[in-house]
């Protein structure tokens, strides 16, 4: 059964720092496209930034192209999310998912990530 494990979030001020992880398993990790995608509270699902297998095609939404890194380690079947810079609106939950087409068929349960003072 696919897995996706989301950590890393947290508590953290406005201009601060984060560096979510999603750990995967059961599929071959380093074949899959991967996508970030939050919902903050009382909001829609919005994409965040996708790659592909093998990392070198990265994309951002442009509500935070310039302010997180998506990055990913096959060898670990790990994809990675640095955030800067942080801002009260990107308070949300964060989830990973695994790309299928256009669209997504296996996501992790989310971290909660919280931008206040």
């Known amino acids: 059964q696919v897995q996706l494990v989301e950590s890393g979030g947290g508590l953290v001020q406005p201009g601060g720092s984060l560096r979510l992880s999603c750990a995967a398993s059961e599929f071959t990790f380093s074949n899959s496209w991967m996508h970030w995608v939050r919902q903050a509270p009382g909001k829609g699902l919005e994409w965040v930034s996708h790659?592909?297998?093998?990392?070198?095609?990265?994309e951002y939404a442009s509500s935070v192209k310039g302010r997180f890194t998506a990055s990913r380690d096959n060898a670990k079947n790990t994809l990675y999310l640095q955030m800067n810079n942080l801002k009260p609106e990107d308070t949300a939950l964060y989830y990973c998912?695994?790309?299928?087409?256009?669209?997504?068929?296996?996501w992790g349960q989310g971290t909660q990530v919280t931008v206040s003072s």
């Open positions: 790659m592909n297998g093998g990392g070198d095609i990265t």
């Open positions: 998912a695994r790309g299928l087409g256009g669209s997504s068929d296996y």
